[in-house]
């Protein structure tokens, strides 16, 4: 539940730190900061932070991007409420197919919102590839660029390496070997953790 929010007029300014989940459809999860379970401290708290977000995490390609700038009309108060509810929704569907526990339904949503996606997208070639292009004329183009993320991400070999940081709920493609990572960053939770071991020693 994400009921608080830090808010500079300039926006969050997002740095690797806010990017560490190895594809833009977990990066897009990590958008609340957390410093425990909590998923307390929204960071899309306007649709400036979406832009800055998508640019920076590499969600549309540029071409795209450029074309929703283009035309803000579609980016209304109602679609951000929409857009921050699907993120939870996704949360927990993500949740359960990573874990196996947790809300079945958030999971049969996400398929839903991925059809649904897929549905209003134009399967295109693109930079020498083929690729679905959200279409750019509807307030659900942010919701549907992001489950065509979760749609890629869910299909690739990533899907069976993605882990959930053992400190706060930020999701990571774990592309290690060995061991695995245990946390989303070890400049954040990673050093945490440790301060907090080294401390009950
Ligand atoms: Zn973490």
Aim: hydrophobic share 40%; glycine share 8%.
């Amino acid at each position: 539940m994400v009921t608080s929010s830090q808010h500079s007029p300039q926006g969050h300014r997002w740095s690797d730190a806010d990017l560490v989940g190895g594809h833009p459809a977990l990066d897009f999860l990590n958008t609340v900061a957390d410093k425990g379970k909590t998923r307390m401290e929204e960071k899309l708290v306007q649709w400036h932070d979406v832009h800055t977000w998508a640019a920076a995490a590499g969600l549309l390609a540029p071409a795209d991007l450029t074309r929703f700038r283009q035309q803000p009309e579609w980016d209304g108060a109602d679609a951000l409420t929409a857009l921050h509810r699907f993120r939870e929704d996704a949360y927990a569907a993500i949740v359960h197919v990573t874990s196996g526990v947790g809300d079945r339904r958030a999971y049969d949503r996400l398929a839903a919102a991925i059809r649904d996606a897929i549905g209003r997208s134009t399967f295109t070639t693109f930079d020498g590839r083929f690729v679905w292009r959200p279409d750019v004329q509807t307030a659900w183009r942010w919701i549907d660029s992001v489950a065509l993320a979760f749609e890629h991400l869910m299909r690739s070999e990533d899907s069976g390496r993605v882990r959930q940081c053992g400190r706060c709920t930020w999701f990571f493609v774990d592309r290690g070997r060995g061991a695995g990572r245990r946390w989303c960053d070890m400049r954040t939770c990673g050093n945490r953790a440790k301060a907090e071991a080294f401390r009950e020693r």
